[in-house]
């Protein structure tokens, strides 16, 4: 797919966001506007799956361990046909596949989250399960800097540098800000590259909005090279969206009917 | 009498079923010599993973394993494996009902020397309260590798109860248990006494006293699955005792003595006594612990002298 056809479905990706969480009335807005070219880059033209057949068993595996930026992996799976687009504004309503924060019993979600620091773990043993049976599938997990607090990451992180794990891809969504504050007020990475590749990792870093980057970067990845891999996606919390960019006030909140229509509006004139 | 570790005998057993169960893995936390895990880290290396003293990271692991088709073993003290990684028990296994089996070793009072810090007494209330999980709490070490042959050949997490120190071997090599299930060990007529785990022969040893000294007739029932729990079992005992008593060795919240109380009061509302533990306790050996913090034959005996009419 071209770069201008991603472009396109970001913007697509980036209004279902908007409208999922505007209906639910709650939901994470800012950090999943984040990650939203990260995700049409990897649905469109990376990740090897079946919307068909979900559990496929060579499919490329992508973990969302930043799990309450669940309705931009909603919109990728919608937008890919693993189920049809009009459940998305089920999302956070009752009797919905489409939980407040990913469950496995939606189709194409292949991690349970919502307690952060856990999906790089999972990854780990995705990925050795990977090796174990010899396919050549590809793991790849979504974390985002603020849960890089947690310090199961960084025992994740040590165990995939031990089991040689080439086959796990670890992306940063770093919109450096979380819940409450800017990250390096609540709890300084930096710097981050560093402290992966002290640790023993590849590490990449890109413009996590430039389309044309992340497919360069995620196609230059050598996965014959044992070492694991993470790329440092800078990006801007809330983006897309002038009032939500760099305001950690839009990590939890939605957007009024007010605030919606300008934020559609500003996306499609983007 | 007889002896073994429950948690020599059911390593011995997952090394066993790692040649009939290919997809069988263990993921352990730097204890595996004291879990006997290491025999199957010997014999199949590739399918052991040790991540160091890091247990939650081994059980999002074991999940990630799960998600995947295979069938992890996660395995350290029973100390480290149910507090230390709760929340990744909680959302990570029992939420998506992953298939990982937690079998946790030097549970209970009687890990003896090493301390309160090393007693786990709160690990079957714990597990329980992870809604998915079955519980199984073998009573000796035959039992102790059939609990195991059970979690590995059922899908769904389990959590597997076992001791550190050698205890009195009850059953025959050949004992079966069943999910759900529980067995008579001592028929009885006046009294039912429902035991688990370390508790089951103490509890044998006090119904000999019973009826030998006091001519008081106590059934035992050994209560080796928690979860799900032999509701039919424990109502006929209701039925067909004075009073129904609880040995277990672990806080009285939350465990046998809880769920039995939950079984009797919704259908037939009988006195249900308990004997448990009720405060933390010291270092000490397993014997002088369980005399000086009744959970003995003798701890069992009291009480039912003291309630029997």
């Given amino acids: 797919m071209n770069i201008n056809e991603i472009k396109k479905l970001s913007k697509n990706i980036r209004i279902d966001i908007l409208n999922m969480t505007s209906n639910a009335s709650s939901g994470h807005p800012g950090g999943s506007l984040s990650s939203a070219d990260i995700l049409a880059v990897l649905y469109w033209n990376i990740l090897k799956y079946d919307s068909k057949n979900p559990k496929w068993e060579d499919r490329d595996r992508f973990i969302l361990s930043k799990s309450h930026a669940c309705p931009v992996l909603y919109a990728a799976l919608a937008e890919n046909g693993y189920f049809d687009r009009s459940e998305l504004l089920t999302f956070r309503k009752l009797d919905s596949r489409l939980q407040g924060h990913a469950h496995i019993k939606t189709p194409g979600v292949e991690m349970s989250g919502g307690s952060l620091g856990q999906g790089l773990s999972f990854g780990v043993g995705v990925a050795l399960s990977a090796k174990l049976d010899e396919k050549n599938y590809k793991t790849y997990v979504l974390l985002g800097d603020g849960e890089l607090n947690e310090g199961q990451n960084w025992e994740a992180i040590m165990t995939a540098k031990k089991y040689e794990l080439g086959n796990l891809v670890a992306i940063v969504d770093k919109n450096g800000i979380q819940n409450d504050r800017f990250t390096h007020e609540v709890m300084d990475l930096n710097p981050l590259p560093e402290k992966w590749k002290s640790f023993g990792w590849e590490c990449f870093e890109v413009d996590g909005h430039d389309v044309e980057s992340l497919i360069k970067v995620f196609q230059s990845i050598n996965f014959d090279n044992p070492t694991p891999k993470v790329i440092i996606a800078d990006t801007i919390k809330g983006k897309g969206v002038s009032f939500m960019e760099n305001n950690p006030d839009f990590h939890g909140k939605a957007a009024n009917s007010e605030q919606l229509k300008q934020a559609i509006a500003e996306i499609n004139n983007q | 009498m007889e002896t073994g570790s429950t948690r020599e005998y059911a390593g011995k057993k997952i090394l066993e079923l790692g040649a009939t169960v290919p997809n069988l893995c263990v993921v352990g936390a730097d204890l595996n010599k004291s879990t006997f895990t290491n025999l199957f880290a010997e014999k199949y290396p590739d399918r052991f993973f040790d ?12 999940a990630g394993l799960a998600s995947s088709g295979k069938i992890p073993i996660v395995s350290t003290f029973a100390v480290f494996g149910s507090t230390r990684p709760m929340d990744q028990l909680r959302v990570g296994v029992s939420q998506p009902n992953l298939n990982v089996k937690v079998i946790l070793t030097h549970a209970g009072l009687i890990t003896g020397e090493d301390g309160i810090s090393a007693q786990s007494l709160e690990d079957i ?33 389990f959590y597997i109860r076992l001791s550190r120190p050698a205890i009195p071997i009850l059953n025959k090599e050949d004992i079966k248990l069943k999910h759900g299930g529980s067995s008579i060990m001592v028929e009885g007529s006046d009294i039912s006494i429902l035991a688990c785990g370390y508790m089951v022969h103490q509890a044998i040893e006090a119904s000999k006293i019973l009826k030998e000294k006091h001519g008081i007739s106590a ?14 079992m424990i109502l006929n005992c209701a039925s067909n005792s004075q009073f129904i008593l609880t040995a277990e060795e672990h806080f009285k919240y939350g465990g046998l003595h809880s769920l039995v109380s939950q079984v009797v009061s919704q259908n037939n509302p009988i006195k249900v006594y308990s004997v448990s533990m009720e405060n933390y306790a010291e270092s000490g050996t397993p014997e002088e612990l369980v005399k000086k913090y009744g959970l003995n034959f003798q701890s069992i005996v009291e009480k039912v002298l003291a309630n029997f009419n």
Avoid: C, K, W
């Fill in chain 2, 125 to 157: 209330s714990l597990f329980l309260s992870l809604h998915s999980f079955s519980v199984l709490v073998p009573s000796d070490a035959y039992e102790a590798q059939s609990a195991v042959e059970i979690a590995v050949n059922t899908d769904g997490p």
């Fill in chain 2, 51 to 62: 991540v160091g003293i890091a247990e939650q990271n081994m059980v999002s692991i074991a």
């Fill in chain 2, 219 to 232: 059934r035992v029932v050994n209560m080796y699955s928690l979860r799900p729990i032999d509701t039919e």
